[in-house]
């Protein structure tokens, strides 16, 4: 399955797997929605990730809004794989492109 979340400890983990694109947009959209619901910490996990698309990024990008505007901490768990890491800063999206220490 190309998207899961884990809400079981202190944050709402959002796992994405293989190739991510508009196939899988209704999907990743219930679970950061569900995610943002929870008021926890949002952890996006991209390290089995192969490529990602457009409607993705789009996705993502409103989900960092919307939590930024929550005031909801949203991070991307490292590694980020290099693929997803130069299509996002292509895309102008490296600012939410933060790795946990």
């Known amino acids: 399955m190309p998207v899961t979340l884990d ?7 959002v796992r994405l797997e293989g190739e991510l694109n508009v196939g899988i947009a ?4 219930t679970a950061l929605v569900a995610a943002l619901a929870s ?4 952890l996006v996990e991209t390290a089995s990730a192969m490529a990602i698309d457009v409607t993705t990024f789009q996705l993502l990008w409103a989900t960092h809004r919307a939590a930024d505007e ?5 991070v991307f768990s490292s590694p980020i794989p290099d693929a997803i890491s ?6 102008g999206l490296e600012l939410i492109c933060r790795e946990l220490a």
């Open 7 to 13: 809400q079981s400890g202190t944050a709402s983990i």
């Open 26 to 29: 209704l999907e990743l959209k």
């Open 39 to 42: 008021k926890k910490p949002l």
């Open 70 to 74: 929550a005031g909801t901490p949203f």
């Open 86 to 91: 130069l299509s996002m800063a292509s895309a």
